[in-house]
């Protein structure tokens, strides 16, 4: 039996695929035939990847349907007429995590890092993992799982995990939450979810808002908080910092990595760690091997300038990457190049993205590239955004050329999707000059 994924190249669905097939299962797809980042994965597994086509879909297939098609997509609609089983990317994932101990990490921001610290962590004693970067990989043997849960449409609900981690809440997804309320009570139901505990970040109010049901562990800098980090120390590209856990000191970590919204993730893996009663030696070295995951504050150094590429597309995304690199880098500008993807986040937030952008030593935006039909939203621009930075203006995809003029400074990229382009475009005139 084949399982084939319609939009196999959704940075999800290529995860999901290359989870399968390291599971045993036959696995192809569809997508566009646009390259994309996470493709690459699947090529080298040696996953076949066809362009959508009606013809592609045969008898002796179950469907993975990707969330951005609808039933009305012509390789669902032929699926249907065949009368194939046909899963959802959260089903898929349900069936194949029920008998594991599934740590879902969810949050408005800081899923992709956290589960990517998780994974890294956890390695030796056996977890299979995925991440919505694109990356997946799995072993029928591995105990643990460690799941990327997204809120949209309330998607994570439906997953049954062991440990429910909630990075923070907030609004977002504007085009589908009412309000807070309503995003708070998708957490509240996601939460009532965990089997074990819930691992939450104590220094947000909104989760702390939350009518939390389950055995639940905080973790933060606040003092109220069970699992605390104190006497944060920073050196070049590095942080140390104390572990207190119920008000005793648990250990001294080194974390290769700087940026207060990092070391709350790791606080959340240290927390489930603890929980589990992993070895404290092995964790700690394990923590030194973290890496940022695909699209998260990426650096390259590029003739001068430091170019840095991350997938910063809500406002306090935006706002504590831009901290992070003023931080890592107080002796140079910071020039922040932004895209956003969605007219309805934009709308909401268009305030709240020029104060995040304000930060930079100057911010430049880009016109907003459409991921889905959004009625209602069609005087919505990027000038909505650019009217109240303090130093800010536009670029595009053809006028690359206005990067030229900045030396020895940090440009940091930030987009959800393809804002690599205009990366790329700037690389090939720097180089010409």
């Known amino acids: 039996m084949i399982y084939y994924f319609i939009g196999i190249k959704g940075s999800g669905m290529s995860a999901l695929a290359c989870v399968m097939h390291d599971l045993g299962y036959t696995v192809m797809g569809s997508d566009k035939k646009d390259h994309f980042f996470t493709q690459d994965s699947l090529d080298e597994k040696g996953i076949k990847i066809f362009e959508f086509d009606e013809n592609n879909i045969k008898e002796n297939m179950i469907i993975i349907q990707g969330n951005a098609f609808n039933d009305d997509f012509m390789e669902v609609k032929k699926a249907r007429e065949l009368g194939l089983t046909i899963y959802t990317y959260q089903s898929m994932i349900d069936e194949l995590t029920r008998e594991k101990k599934l740590i879902a990490i969810s949050g408005c921001h800081g899923k992709t890092t956290t589960t990517t610290m998780m994974k890294t962590v ?45 990075t923070n809440v907030e609004l977002d997804h504007t085009d589908y939450y009412k309000d807070l309320d309503d995003v708070k009570d998708a957490f509240n139901s996601f939460a009532s979810k965990a089997r074990h505990y819930v691992v939450a970040c104590g220094d947000d109010k909104n989760v702390r808002d939350l009518e939390i049901n389950k055995p639940v562990l905080y973790y933060g800098f606040n003092d109220n908080n069970d699992v605390v980090a104190k006497n944060i120390r920073v050196n070049n590209e590095e942080t140390t910092a104390d572990v207190y856990i119920n008000n005793e000191k ?22 489930v760690s603890y929980l589990e009663k992993l070895d404290k030696e092995m964790v700690k070295k394990q923590i030194l091997k973290i890496e940022h995951a695909k699209r998260r504050f990426i650096e390259t150094k590029f003739m001068s300038n430091i ?19 003023k931080k890592k880098y107080p002796d140079k500008k910071v020039i922040a190049i932004f895209k956003a993807h969605t007219k309805s986040r934009v709308k909401y937030f268009h305030k709240e993205f020029a104060d995040a952008l304000s930060i930079a030593d100057k911010a430049y935006v880009m016109p907003i590239g459409e991921d889905r039909i959004e009625v209602g939203y069609e005087d919505v621009s990027h000038f909505d955004i650019i009217k109240d930075i303090k130093n800010g203006e536009e670029i595009t995809f053809e006028t690359p050329e206005k990067l030229l003029q900045y030396k020895d400074s940090v440009l940091l990229f930030m987009s959800s999707k393809d804002i690599y382009v205009l990366e ?4 090939e005139l720097a180089n010409k000059k």
Do not use: M, Q, W
């Not at 590429?309 to 901290?323: F, G, L, R």
């Not at 790329?424 to 690389?427: I, L, S, T």
């Open 122 to 166: 956890f390695e030796n004693v056996g977890i299979s993992y995925l991440i919505g970067d694109g990356t997946g990989k799995a072993d029928n043997k591995n105990e643990y799982f460690a799941l990327e849960a997204c809120e949209f449409k309330r998607h994570f609900l439906s997953y049954n995990p062991y440990y429910a981690v909630i």
């Open 424 to 427: 790329e475009k700037y690389k």
């Open 250 to 271: 648990y250990d001294t970590y080194v974390f290769p990595f700087v940026g207060d919204h990092l070391i709350l993730n790791a606080l959340a893996v240290i927390s």
């Open 307 to 325: 170019l840095i590429d991350d997938y910063a597309h809500h406002p306090t995304e935006v706002k504590v990457t831009i901290e992070a690199a």
